[in-house]
């Protein structure tokens, strides 16, 4: 595979300082999560139904809210992030309140390397694989990490989204897995206006290299749903439904915004 660090480091310099703004703003409403509330979305908890007593690892965890909510729905579970800065904050809030969470700060495709478990679940969410270049090592190492008979889960932003211009006005990028996307980014999604400036790299995904991924690695895709809204205020030109969903402005809910998949490791 192409040598990727410095793309990762650059990505991993950029969620630290978005994680300085993260931690303060009223998008993560950290402050409500330590006294009880749930940052989980309806979608992936009906989705994914009772994890009571499961094991589940977060890939790409961030700064661990999902991962301890997921704790408070009964499961025993590990978050991992590239984001030193994400988990040292995990790890204070975890310690804040209580949480029995495991934390590991590395690179997804490096989790082999640090972790050695097997579990119920695999789960991952919102802005995930728009940072991993190849989605064969990614799919290889959730496969990896499940029981036979294990469940893996995914919501996301949906891959038409990411050909768009930050106002949805136009086609910008392709839709296939060409190239690198490299951007100069001010702000982040939680304070357009914050003091932060990063390079950051992606890379847009199809379905057909998304689902070929899993299939390849004895996932079984049993339910794929995609959706006309989003859960979050996270792009530009967005409004809000009386559903408390989000949806593109004049769009009229012609564009998907997100998608998910429920896979069963074979056995």
Not at 136 to 141: H, L, Q, R
Not at 179 to 194: C, H, K, L, M, P
Request: charged share 25%.
């Amino acid at each position: 595979m192409e040598n990727y660090q410095p793309h990762f480091e650059d990505n991993r310099l950029s969620w630290n300082k978005r994680t300085g703004v993260h931690k303060d703003s009223a998008f993560y409403d950290l402050e409500g999560f330590k006294k009880g509330s749930s940052s989980l979305t309806t979608i992936e908890l009906n989705e994914l139904g009772d994890v009571k007593g499961k094991s589940l690892l977060h890939l790409q965890c961030h700064f661990g809210m999902d991962t301890m909510s997921w704790e408070r729905e009964g499961a025993i579970v590990t978050g991992v992030d590239l984001s030193d800065e994400a988990i040292k904050l995990a790890n204070e809030i975890k310690k804040e309140i209580k949480s029995s969470a495991e934390f590991i700060c590395c690179n997804v495709y490096d989790l082999k390397k640090h972790l050695d478990k097997k579990f119920d679940i695999v789960f991952t969410s919102y802005g995930t694989i728009g940072w991993l270049p190849n989605l064969d090592v990614w799919a290889n190492i959730v496969s990896h990490f499940l029981k036979p008979g294990g469940i893996f889960y995914i919501a996301d932003f949906h891959p038409t989204l990411w050909m768009m211009d930050d106002y949805f006005e136009k086609i910008k990028y392709s839709y296939f897995n060409t190239e690198v996307i490299t951007e100069e980014i001010s702000g982040t999604y939680s304070d357009r206006n914050a003091p932060i400036k990063s390079i950051e790299h992606g890379w847009n995904h199809p379905f057909s290299e998304i689902f070929n991924a899993l299939i390849k690695y004895q996932l079984q895709v049993v339910q794929f749903n995609e959706f006309s809204f989003s859960p979050f205020n996270c792009f530009n030109n967005l409004e809000k439904g009386p559903d408390e969903m989000w949806r593109i402005k004049g769009m009229d809910e012609k564009m998907p915004m997100m998608y998910s998949i429920k896979a069963v490791k074979r056995l």
